[in-house]
């Protein structure tokens, strides 16, 4: 399929509002090709970021639970985390499953790669099929990290995704839904995917 035409906007002007470990924030003004003028628009920097599905060698599969401060609710969710300088994607996607869950080795895959918001984002989500894998040490959790590891048969995420509702969960919920019908489809998608996403999920998971 043919490309469609790169339109960038220009940067008039740019300026860094924060800068921490683990984001940064830049507010530009832009010039888009239309000619429009944007005073402001904010960028979000953070590192590049990996999705884990994980399943033992019994084929239960490695979920995790913990409260998110920012949506102020406790979730099940798949090991995910940020990829650290001079980490590959799978070997951060290795050290999250090994720090949150105490979960290794098995037989990895890059499953699918997406821009988790290409609005004013600027990083990738990898996401990893690891099977096989099994318990081989304790948990590492840092310290603002509290979090309880669940193992979960097929039937029992089947329900959890037919009961859970919010956006980070439904890109969760298209992962798992892939692992669990046996696809070998490998995805990679940028733009507005969680739309993309869901539809994906809902084909998968008529086939299981």
């Known amino acids: 399929m043919k490309k469609p035409e790169h339109r960038p906007w220009k940067v008039l002007h740019s300026e860094r509002l924060a800068d921490r470990p ?45 409260y998110r401060h920012g949506l102020g609710v406790t979730r099940y969710e798949l090991v995910a985390g940020c990829c650290e300088e001079g980490e590959t994607p799978e070997q951060s996607a290795r050290r999250e499953l090994l720090e949150e869950a105490g979960y290794g080795g098995g037989e990895w895959r890059q499953f699918m790669v997406t821009s988790p918001n290409p609005t004013n984002h600027n990083n990738f989500a990898y996401t990893f099929l690891a099977t096989n894998v099994e318990r081989i040490e304790e948990q590492h959790t840092e310290a603002g990290e509290d979090i309880d590891v669940h193992l979960m048969t097929r039937d029992e995420v089947r329900e959890l995704l037919r009961d ?38 809902s084909d998968l998971e008529a086939q299981i």
């Open 22 to 66: 683990w984001f940064s924030v830049r507010r530009e003004r832009v010039e888009l090709p239309t000619g429009a003028i944007v005073p402001e628009w904010y960028i979000f920097e953070f590192p590049d970021w990996v999705n884990v599905i994980a399943r033992t060698k019994s084929g239960e599969f490695v979920m995790i639970s913990q």
């Open 164 to 201: 859970v509702a919010g956006c980070e969960i439904s890109v969760s919920a298209s992962d798992m839904t892939a692992m669990m019908s046996g696809s070998d489809i490998s995805v990679q998608l940028t733009g507005d995917d969680y739309e993309t996403l869901s539809m994906l999920a």
